[in-house]
């Protein structure tokens, strides 16, 4: 129970401090961040957050579900907008390629 508490928490925190900086970033992006923050200064142990974890991973694929139906109910406006949707789609894809290349290499260098 403690381990939800803390996961909840840190979502809450990380959407109060999303509203007060105008959504700039996401508050479930600053909640991860406080989260992993919190896990590595060892303020928080991997023990306690761990059954409640697992349990959400496990369950996560019912989170997709309304995503899915969202999607169905969406199919024509999809249909109007396929073009833009793949050329979105392969250039982010690249582009998250080729970042996520150029970072290995540089953390890479550094460990060496």
Do not use: H
Not at 13 to 41: E, K, P, Q, R, T
């Amino acid at each position: 129970m403690k381990g939800l508490f803390v996961i909840l928490a840190c979502w809450l925190v990380g959407n109060c401090l999303s509203v007060l900086i105008d959504g700039y970033i996401s508050g479930n992006i600053i909640g991860m961040l406080l989260l992993f923050a919190l896990l590595c200064s060892g303020v928080v142990k991997g023990e306690t957050v761990r059954p409640t974890a697992k349990f959400l991973l496990g369950t996560m694929a019912l989170f997709f579900v309304p995503f899915g139906v969202g999607l169905i109910e969406s199919y024509g406006v999809i249909m109007d907008n396929i073009v833009a949707i793949s050329v979105a789609t392969v250039v982010s894809t690249f582009a998250v390629i080729v970042a996520v290349g150029w970072v290995f290499q540089l953390l890479n260098r550094k460990r060496q």
